[in-house]
């Protein structure tokens, strides 16, 4: 049995996270230390709130350089995902640099933050096995990782931003993967196997 870890470090839902991973069948731990997270097999970095805010806590605790020296599977959600890119708009943040994109603040007509469900397009990867194109998954969100070179899923919102990133181990979802549903849930179970 795989051991995952959900990084705890008080910008992110881990109650949520935890309970979908129960319905797997998949136990798992929370923790802000970093000796505990890397032992992890799997290692899961939500995150809701302010860019600035979370990466400040995130360098304080030395978590920074846990999520760039882990070796095996991340998993970064909503703003988690947006902190492994270079820089978001929000605070003028500096993010972790593990992938390749910046973070900007929508600015279109439609209501912000895109809040709810909408669907997918997505090319081939792993951590999208067996989720079909079009799927339905849970947004809420002011800002949004710009289109990029490690993109695997789209979604439009008056413009198209990235709904997932995949790049050697590190792996990203825009979407709440905990909220969305039967196919929320797939995708943490592919996680979980790859």
């Not at 731990?29 to 899961?44: C, H, N, Q, V, Y």
């Not at 413009?159 to 990203?172: E, M, R, S």
Request: charged share 20%; hydrophobic share 40%; net charge neutral.
């Amino acid at each position: 049995m795989n051991k995952v870890a959900i990084l705890s470090y008080g910008a992110g839902n881990v109650a949520s996270m935890q309970n979908a991973l129960e319905r797997l069948g998949v136990n798992s731990f929370t923790s802000d230390k970093p000796g505990e997270l890397m032992k992890a097999d799997r290692l899961i970095f939500p995150g809701v709130g302010h860019a600035t805010h979370a990466m400040d806590i995130i360098n304080r605790k030395g978590l920074d350089s846990v999520l760039k020296s882990f070796k095996r599977p991340i998993l970064g959600i909503c703003l988690g995902m947006q902190l492994m890119g270079k820089l978001s708009e929000e605070g003028s943040t500096l993010g972790l640099g593990l992938m390749d994109f910046n973070v900007k603040l929508f600015r279109i007509p439609e209501k912000v933050p895109h809040m709810g469900w909408n669907s997918i397009e997505i090319t081939e990867n792993p951590l999208l096995k067996g989720i079909s194109n079009g799927s339905y998954f849970y947004f809420v969100h002011s800002y949004y990782a710009e289109m990029c070179s490690d993109i695997i899923a789209t979604c439009n919102y008056s413009i198209l931003f990235t709904a997932a990133v995949a790049k050697g181990n590190c792996f990203g979802v825009q979407f709440h993967p905990e909220k969305s549903g039967d196919a929320g849930i797939e995708v943490l179970r592919n996680f979980i196997e790859i």
